[in-house]
Every structure is written in C-alpha cells, then in structure tokens.
C-alpha cells in the first residue's frame, strides 16, 4: 500500500491512498509489497533531501520538504526509487488508449470502432495489457479512470 500525505502551513492538505481494495493502486507492479508512506511538507523556499525511515511494522516511512510545483517529482523519485512500476511504466501510448476506450465501451467491437482499428489489434492490445498488469483489462481501465484522483494518479506515473 503506498500512502501520500502532503501538508501545507502545518495542516494537512491532501491524503491518499492507493493499494486498497477496490482502490486505483491495485495495478502497481507485483513489486510493489510493502508499505510506504510518503510525507510532503509543502514550504515557499526550495527543496531538501529525502529522509527515509524504516518502521517497526516494515513499512517504509520517506520525509521531503519541498515547493509545491516540485512535490510530484519528488513522489516520483520515491517510487521510481522503490522501483514501483506504475500503469504508464508498463505499457505503451496505444495499449493505455485501448484503456481510455474500454472505460467507456465495454466490448472489443465498439472499442475498435472509436480507435479506427480493427478488432483484432484490439484484442491484441487488451491481451497485452491483462499479460503485463497480471489482470484483465477491463478491471485496469475502471481502476485507473474511475477514480476521483485520476489526474494526480497518472501524473505520479508519467516518468519524471
């Protein structure tokens, strides 16, 4: 489970959580055992290192302070650390269109039609997809692109 805490003027401002059941952060990688805890302290003047700790129940406890424009790069650099491989890491532009798709069509045929491909190709891509993620991609699409932190979940995943 990965946790990400970002606090603004000595306040919590953001909490979330992937790893879950039924939450977005069920298509990480298999790498992605443990538990890791991200906390941000936003701050108006530039950033400072990451300090890690590790805690009595396993899990992963990382500190950063940084601006508000560089705390997602810093998340990424934790993950990509961690070696957390994230939807966007595993597939290629076209298979994570054939997601996009699949979150409003739910059949092979339609999906193919609004892609301008055929539904072989389709099918080719929904193959690849459950084969890399380890689930089918119709569960992928609705865990990624149904979720209310859908921009901040991707961003997270897009190489820094």
């Known amino acids: 489970m990965i ?4 606090f603004k003027t000595g306040k919590l401002e953001t909490l979330t959580t992937w790893g879950l059941s039924g939450s977005v952060g069920e298509i990480f990688s298999e790498q992605t ?15 400072r290192p990451i300090i890690s700790n590790a805690m009595t129940d396993g899990s992963v406890c990382f500190y950063a302070a940084t601006t508000e424009e560089n705390a997602n790069d810093v998340i990424k650099k934790i993950l990509l650390d961690r070696e957390i491989v994230g939807v966007a890491e595993l597939l290629t532009s076209r298979e994570l269109d054939v997601l ?4 409003t069509t739910k059949s092979t045929k339609s999906g193919a039609e609004k892609l301008h491909i055929s539904e072989r190709t389709f ?3 929904r193959f690849n997809i459950s084969k890399k993620t380890g689930r089918p991609a ?16 991707i961003s997270m995943l897009t190489p820094v």
Not at 3 to 6: N, S, Y
């Open 138 to 153: 119709s569960e992928i699409a609705q865990s990624v692109f149904d979720c209310s932190n859908v921009e901040l979940f």
């Open 33 to 47: 055992l443990e538990h890791i805890q991200i906390n941000i302290v936003i701050t108006s003047d530039s950033t």
């Open 123 to 125: 099918a080719n891509h």
């Open 100 to 103: 996009r798709t699949l979150n």
């Open 3 to 6: 946790t990400v805490r970002m």
